[in-house]
């Protein structure tokens, strides 16, 4: 099984008075179990780097029950069917909106990979600490 889920779908850049319809890719790495990456890709026109964005992965399980987060990324239901997902920056703020069924299947998926609860099993602490202590001590 491949360590890495790749999941593409559909959002909405909600920009009143209107809202349209963007690409995006979460991505959930078993090496990096406590993050997902969602990656809008930029319009080719622009000629310019794709927007990451990294935030917990529990984040997002909260945020289709209940409005979860702080700091630089908010999740929270929007109605039955969609879920909003708040990005602040510098430059201001993006709503995106996402398919409430799209993220449970992403996030099911991602639980096939490392089981909710268990990501400190794939952390990779004990290979850290053990090439730390490898080294020679400087000074």
Do not use: K
């Not at 990456?37 to 794709?50: G, S, W």
């Not at 708040?86 to 990979?113: K, N, Q």
């Amino acid at each position: 099984m491949s360590p890495l889920l790749e999941f593409p779908l559909q959002a909405r850049l909600v920009t009143p008075p209107a809202t349209r319809r963007i690409p995006a890719l979460l991505c959930y790495d078993r090496h990096d179990p406590l993050a997902v990456r969602a990656v809008f890709p930029a319009p080719p026109e622009l000629e310019a780097p794709d927007t990451v964005w990294i935030f917990g992965r529990e984040l997002l399980e909260v945020g289709l029950h209940a409005p979860a987060g702080i700091g630089d990324v908010h999740v929270r239901p929007c109605g039955p069917d969609r879920t909003a997902v708040e990005l602040h920056a510098p430059e201001g703020m993006a709503l995106i909106e996402f398919g409430t069924l799209e993220l449970r299947r992403f996030l099911w998926r991602s639980y096939a990979l490392v089981p909710q609860g268990q990501e400190h099993h794939n952390l990779g602490l004990d290979q850290d600490l053990t090439e730390l202590l490898r080294r020679p001590l400087q000074g």
